[in-house]
């Protein structure tokens, strides 16, 4: 089974700031990587699929790099609308697997 | 627009059995495969089992082999999730979604307590 991790497991910014959230696979999946956020009480939502690819209506301050192993999703302007929980998964090999998750707080 | 609708949530007692079931419109569903995933109470999500177009491929995670089963009627454009011999780690809810995960339902929760 492939891992993934995620880093920071908080973050902490102020509405306006760019975040930058960090996604790790334990061994190379291409890039067959999603993000999603997840607001507390709601379904994910897919926001970025191959790993830069933003899904339909996704705004443009949503954007994803990386390949291999090593993935990250930068938020460039924070809105009161983007803090949330947000997690990768890979979705190169079954089972497919999500990382633990950031939570992107008010700072 | 897309929608994915489950049913068939609820409390059920350990050793019991439970069908979900997941009704999709907005898109052709004979196209895409379809997962399922759940999130038990403030933790993160688990991809359960997932099928293919025509649903002659289904696989599952380790934790419910020989315990659930996925299927699909495409003529009704639903995928269904069988549950049997349910303990407390399967309380969560459940999600049906498009592909790996492009859209998803609302889920269902499903508890399971004595």
């Known amino acids: 089974e492939i891992v993934m991790t995620q880093s920071p497991a908080t973050l902490s910014v102020s509405p306006g700031e760019r975040a930058t959230l960090s996604c790790r696979a334990s061994q190379y999946i291409s890039t067959h990587l999603a993000w999603y956020q997840q607001i507390p009480g709601q379904a994910p939502r897919l926001l970025i699929n191959g790993a830069s690819a933003r899904a339909t209506g996704i705004p443009a301050r949503f954007s994803g790099s990386g390949s291999g192993t090593e993935f990250t999703l930068t938020i460039s302007s924070l809105q009161s609308e983007d803090f949330a929980i947000y997690y990768c998964?890979?979705?190169?090999?079954?089972?497919?697997?999500f990382g633990p998750g950031t939570k992107v707080d008010i700072k | 627009e897309v929608q994915l609708v489950e049913s068939g949530g609820g409390l059920v007692q350990p050793g019991g059995s439970l069908r979900l079931s997941c009704v999709v419109s907005?898109?052709?569903?004979?196209?895409?495969?379809m997962t399922w995933v759940r999130q038990a109470p403030g933790k993160g999500l688990e991809c359960v089992a997932k099928?293919?177009?025509?649903?002659?491929?289904?696989h599952y995670v380790d934790s419910v082999v020989g315990r659930f089963i996925i299927s699909r009627d495409n003529a009704k454009n639903s995928v269904f999730l069988q549950m049997n011999s349910l303990g407390v780690e399967d309380t969560a809810v459940y999600y049906c979604?498009?592909?790996?995960?492009?859209?998803w339902g609302q889920g269902t929760l499903v508890s399971v307590s004595s």
């Open positions: 998964q890979q979705y190169d090999d079954w089972p497919f697997t």
């Open positions: 979604a498009r592909a790996q995960g492009v859209d």
């Open positions: 907005g898109f052709s569903f004979t196209t895409y495969w």
């Open positions: 099928i293919n177009q025509d649903g002659s491929q289904k």
